[in-house]
T-cell receptor
Framework: DGGITQSPKYLFRKEGQNVTLSCEQN?????MYWYRQDPGQGLRLIYY???????QKGDIAEGYSVSREKKESFPLTVTSAQKNPTAFYLC???????????FGQGTRLTVV | GQQLNQSPQSMFIQEGEDVSMNCTSS?????WLWYKQEPGEGPVLLIA?????ELTSNGRLTAQFGITRKDSFLNISASIPSDVGIYFC????????????FGQGTRLTINP
């Protein structure tokens, strides 16, 4: 079945460590997005990519990095520079020029 | 970033009641989307609206694209326990815009 797969579902990180969250889609979508969700807040955009080998900062990019080496994959690295990384991270994709975004199931990151 | 004001922030209702929520903005939007998110999961698209004044239904859900293009409404009729979750509105400012703007969400709780 086509869809977006995020892994792992739960992730624990020690302070000072980098960690990478995976996002893979087989929908042949051009655009991919990473959002952060905190309790009581909406979705905040971290990074997005419209095509392979190109990506743009969103509203809260500090402390995060991404790559887009393949159309299907858009991994997010949470670096040690991110001061408050504990959150629910959502990956989404959509067809270039279309408006409906489809989401993965999310990764809950906890810093211990 | 651009903000959507979604209200109410939370609702506590009895099973069988109807539900109404809305999103407003000071900017004109080209597209409105409504999503539902269940605990620990990614948002799922419910309804997409593309024209001012458009009224679209999906089962017991009905959404409208405001005539001013600055707001949208979602109604749920005869609520049932599985309607519990967080409902998000999202908008696109113009055709082909790279980003969606999300509201803060409406948390719906239903008492059986």
């Amino acid at each position: 079945d086509g869809g977006i797969t995020q892994s792992p579902k739960y992730l624990f990180r020690k302070e000072g460590q980098n960690v990478t969250l995976s996002c893979e889609q087989n929908l042949n979508h051009d655009a991919m997005y990473w959002y952060r969700q905190d309790p009581g807040q909406g979705l905040r955009l971290i990074y997005y990519s419209q095509i392979v080998n190109d990506f743009q900062k969103g509203d809260i990019a500090e402390g995060y990095s991404v790559s887009r080496e393949k159309k299907e994959s858009f991994p997010l690295t949470v670096t040690s520079a991110q001061k408050n990384p504990t959150a629910f991270y959502l990956c989404a994709s959509r067809i270039q020029g279309d408006t409906e975004a489809f989401f993965g199931q999310g990764t809950r990151l906890t810093v211990v | 970033g651009q903000q959507l004001n979604q209200s109410p922030q939370s609702m506590f209702i009895q099973e069988g009641e109807d539900v109404s929520m809305n999103c407003t903005s000071s900017s004109i939007f080209n597209t409105w989307l409504w999503y539902k998110q269940e605990p620990g999961e990614g948002p799922v698209l419910l309804i997409a609206l593309y024209k001012a004044g458009e009224l679209t239904s999906n089962g017991r859900l009905t959404a409208q694209f405001g005539i001013t293009r600055k707001d949208s409404f979602l109604n749920i009729s005869a609520s049932i326990p599985s309607d519990v979750g967080i409902y998000f509105c999202a908008g696109q400012l113009q055709l082909g815009a790279q980003k969606l703007v999300f509201g803060q969400g409406t948390r719906l709780t239903i008492n059986p």
